[in-house]
């Protein structure tokens, strides 16, 4: 785009002696940004123009000549033909002043009764609809891919971990599921925010209503709007569907994160529990050997990122006076980099998921000999042994392992009665960890028929995120 | 509290060969920040306990000693004589050492099939839904705060600034309204995050699930939660309840931060539209003729810190690999601080506006001769003259006006003719500020019977959040 | 830039046995961002160059077909001639393709004994440290604006705000100075934040060290570096650079927002003490009258994407594992951003502060009739009375003006002796706004003589920030 | 403290009709916060009396009354037995009120020419300045902890990692100091906010000077401070010292992190390198097996909250428009608790890294045979094969070696040369690693020489941090 200034101006020019600085002008114009809206724009106006033309502002001929010119315009934009001016200060003047070109005199009328304020605020929650259902469509299609991931890995254990020590083993297929219902709550909260989205501010005019008689009711079903806003003043300065948004793909990038995570974790050398297909791996310029989890580092990267683009825009509309201000501009950069962000970041997971290949040997010989420590204490319990007194016992009997370098599962029951006399001839019996696992066997537990009912309710779930 | 360390730890102490270090173990200690879960923590114990004895853990007898139990200590911490001991290391082992001292044996089982991590998340959950439920009493007052300000100030014009410039005259009732709204959805998805939030972690364990067959279901009915989580590994390391409601007051503070700029502007010497009442003002050390808006500085000033306590909980929880990593005890100290900080603020914002005095004459006189400028091309456009053009030769008008120094509202017939012949004998009709908000006759618009008709739907809002 | 992924990779091919997902390249390749480093790139090959030439890694032939091959690259991305090719994963890959393209096999040695890790952020550190000296001749340029405006407007009086009530009347010249000093403590940290960032890394290889005996002092002195990093480690993880770049950009953000918020009330007509020029204002698409200080809004509004610029890199720096993980590559973006906005905004204030009106006469008109109250407390000290006393007496009389709507300015010496005694024929003395300005005669204060000495020290101060 | 509103206001009682409501005033009272800064608002205060006094205000004798009262307050306070009354609105109030009863009437008169806009931030820099002091000793004791471990694990090889890959050998030592580094220029940025913080504000009244001619200049020497302010309305607007020391603390914080990371990961069973000791490890209540790195988990999630702390002041700052605006009350907490917060963990995480125990022969064994890939490429690059061929060459190795399952350090030269002839006999020297750690003999790099020198280096910074 051209940051000369123009000698003219469209929009404000009556009240102003000179023209603007060339500096001036290429801060002020948002256009490098707000391009992205066009289609947005274009169907915004051509609603604003059945509107006005309803409530009489246009003939029936001025405004098919509009709407035909708007096509016209809309076909420039998609096949990249749009060829901006230098005057043009965002993509709204841009598509008036062509509109000017290709109608004449009637396309002056177009913004009776609007202003920029509610006009701009129409188009940037049309985008954002659309980029919501896109999300949407992605997030479900890595639910997909863990809900996959789950049926394929029933039969794989891995350590289950808490500070990053091995906890308790558990079904990997558990721990894709354990990914899953984040999402599913991203998902929930998606289609409530885009119940607050879905509302019309046009017909609110620069903050106090419009003069111009329009049926805001009638746009709103033009647009596929829901409901209009209820006070224009909110309707122009509202952003709280901007930070919504951003806070949605914050959370949604912990969650990531977190998945990522693990991921790095598991495809690590030392955990070995995973391996990435080349396809989505990265090798490294020096270092011949290497093959790194670039897709998982990026998505933890950019979930800082994305808590950073939250940030920004809250302090951003903190303490704002006016029903519109000028730094209300600073909010569609961040949206549209999320969004940007997301959609390249989604896809990459779920197929790296899906492709990756599953060690279950490897994760099956990880599992500490003392994993089942706490199993071994809820044996003492089912012996009359309060739990408190069977935890203390089992903590001396994994120090007394550790000391001796002998593992746990190589104890004899002898060994076990060394320590306390309630353990019997059957004490081997709680350390097998398919056993261990059927015991978790509630709700949300880890039992293979529990994940397998979960597995059920996930399925469920992935059309059903309400 | 006491930070020296214990020589001796009733909960892990079986592993250990040494106790902890002093400063260590003050750095671990939670209790000084999770005392306050203290009542929550022994509603959830006490399900716990009826819970695990229908599974066959305990004996009636147990069950109903420790419920007995139990009473007094939640007896004890409302009567502010519970005893803290130097090995209560945080608000959950000081229960359990409590009612093992009031109870005996039967004590060191109520830990059976439960674990500290899907116990404090647990009552963690039940306070928040508590404290919901308090704010959203509090917001709704200051919604009724000002609806009862709008009911009152339908008679006063005001001007209506972009830009923090003039734009439009408005009601003052319309104004108060539009921060109505942002309330209006506030308490939306309060309610919504309040579902989320009302989900029973409580049978997971330490992430597995638990070897102890207990009713999740009827657990959740007793605490009056609405459902169960469906995975343990997500249900103890979740924290999307304390970042939504993070966010929620975020979101929130940006709200009240926009009405006390609106109210520092308009209580300042120069705007001079409203006065607080002495009993919500504060005054000056030094400076005798100070009559300071404190109230609603402290609102603005605390919008930042609930971002920042929204920031430091976002990225904490990014990046977490295990089920439960002990960064979450950062979970708590931000959440408590926000709802301090909003449960101080909001009586004080709606008693503050209930209170204050409004200066009609003078918001009437502040109106700039010029702050009709649209309405009069809106004249023009009337006249047939393009909307474009109409706004061009106002631009004329205006400037002309401020170049002779004469107000447009003291301009002849003959000086608007002098700039276009379309002004007509009517143009002063054009002028009048409440003609001029009559005009603005659209559902959300600042018409007289559009504001009433937008009470109407406030009122009705108030009680109906969703 | 092309997103295709390429069949074969010059980097990384021997391991892989596939190419990689077209859409994984696409979130892998950052040549989007970080082609602007292209200069700075062929900078640091160079001396790269010359420094294994010296070790004998390449001979004198080698090493100058190399360096005018670079030379070629460099005229070409200045001409804007280079062409990108699909196989290009990020600006330095791209450039040792053309490099090879140009010189042949030689082209394949450039990369012995470096490591991307090293080389990026070389070329990162180079291009920072030219856009650190640009800011602070921009910065030092405001302040030259803000000190010429302190010696044009040493005669305007204006009301200074304490809780934006009117607390005391002072010097214009000393509110600008006010925005001067914040200034000078930005200048002061960038030139220390210079010394941390001119510190060469290259030499560290991967993460170890290098296996050519380069001489990294030498190469140091090539590139204008003035240390060398102390642990190869630390060289190739260690983003505390942009970190406290970007530190730096919030709290410079944070300053002109305050200084933007001070203008925008200024120019609004409720002040009206300032008046923007036109080349500096924006006017409105409906509103025929409106001149709006967008430059200036959008200074306070970018102040907020800033601080969350910086919120997002130290999130994503958290806790990161490796000496590079790739979360890095997120590192560049909000730099070259947060550089953008400044690099646009600071000559906009500048000269928009150079342009605008002062109007005298407005400001006198505002001070409040009792905004020397603290004045007349003084003078009531200096006839014997305690502070406190004094302030307490005071304020009475300040409430009995407000009550009889007698502005303090008009009592009569009697009027004033009703309230206490003390009170003499000179009290109104006490009451002169130029007297009580001259009274505050301490370093620092807003006499016109301090202010005058005042105004040197800044002089002093823009060409030594130190 | 006791909320309860008091009938009478010692500050600002004259101007006011009516007392403040109970819960205006308890949100205003800021003494729960800013009591911490008793003892330095004590020394504030009597240098002030000092100043005063020599300018004429007091007199020899209620000078030494007021000096004598002080005192005795700073003793009540090292006491404990300071008793705070319900008028106590903060502690400034709370000492002058105390200082009253002791002293009698001179006391009403030390408030003289002083405003609590410049005494609150005089006493606030005296705090800082002492935290400053206290942290830059801890920071100084975790580096000395870090070089202890450097010393003596200089006979230790771990893996280096890069993308939480294997990348390349390195000394135990090199990663201790690779934190050591860090730390360096925190220490270094600690001692560049120290100047900035050690200026004087007092005797800037409320925000245009004081009319009593204090000698400024003496009053710093009094209290210690390097400078004077040179602006009275920065002076008590200024907060870049309190913002500094946050983005200094979050800074350390992402440092610690990174580090605590490393140890988390360490002492993980996987990789299984260190071992806390007991007295820096934790247990779990439900797993009788688990020692938890706590402390170190504790480090990471803190980090996140620091990171918030900055923000939230950022945010409350952005955009303040006088010269002291009530928001600023929201200064101290965050900087209290970044204090408090890293003030608990210095000196655990140094007693933690002192007493942990290495295991060379786990990590010696954890290194991956291919882990010296690069080191191979340069053996062949030194028998004339360009890097980037080398580079695929190995990369080709390793490809086979997984494919056959024979690690690379058991390949026989045949099998080397079966992939090109210019391996040789001499091929496994290359796949030494000790002799591949000697080989990264530059500055900085890993060779024991170069890191026994780096050693010497942190040593002789520990002691000179500039």
Partial sequence: MSTDAPSSHILWGGRFQSGPDPRFWALNASLPVDQRLALHDVRGTAAWV????????????????????????????????????????????????????????????????????????????????DAVDDLDAQVRDLQAALVQRAEADLEVLVPGYTHLQQAQPMLLSHWWLAHFWPLHRDRQR????????????????????????????????????????????????????????????????????????????????????????????SGSSLLPQKKNPDGFELTRGKSGTLIGALTGLLSTLKALPSAYDKDLQEDKAPVFRAYDDLRALLPVLADSLRTLTVHPERAAAALAPDILATDLADYLVA????????????????????????????????????????????????????????????????????????????RAALDNPL
Same sequence: chains 1, 2, 3, 4.
């Fill in 50 to 129: 059945r509107a006005i033309a309803a409530a009489g502002v246009l003939t029936p001929d001025e405004r098919d000549a509009l709407l035909a010119g708007l096509e016209r315009i809309a076909a420039e934009f998609r096949q990249g033909t749009f060829a901006f001016a230098a005057t043009d200060e965002d993509i709204h003047t841009a598509i008036e002043r062509r509109l000017k070109e290709l109608v004449g005199e009637p396309a002056l009328k177009v913004h009776t009764g609007r202003s920029r304020n509610d006009q701009v605020v129409t188009a940037f929650r049309l985008w954002l609809r």
């Fill in 190 to 281: 998606l289609a409530q925010i885009r119940q607050r989205l879905n509302v019309l501010p046009l017909g609110s005019g620069a903050l106090a209503g419009t003069t111009v008689p329009v049926d805001r009711e009638a746009l709103a079903r033009d647009l596929g709007f829901e409901a209009i806003t209820p006070n224009s003043w909110d309707a122009v300065s509202d952003r709280d569907f901007a930070a919504e948004f951003l806070f949605w793909a914050a959370l949604l990038g912990v969650h990531l994160s977190r998945l990522a995570e693990g991921v790095i974790l598991f495809t690590s050398r030392e955990f070995g529990f995973l391996t990435l297909d080349d396809a989505f791996s």
């Fill in 383 to 458: 012996k009359g042994i309060p739990f408190r007194e069977a935890h203390h016992i089992v903590g001396q009997v994994v120090q007394r392992a550790a000391a001796q370098g002998v593992p746990l599962t190589q104890w004899s029951v002898d060994d076990f009665r060394a320590v306390h006399p309630a353990f019997d001839a059957d004490v081997h019996q709680a350390l097998d960890p398919w056993a261990a696992v059927a015991r978790r066997d509630v709700p949300g537990g880890t039992a293979p028929n529990r994940v397998r009912a979960q597995l059920e309710q996930a």
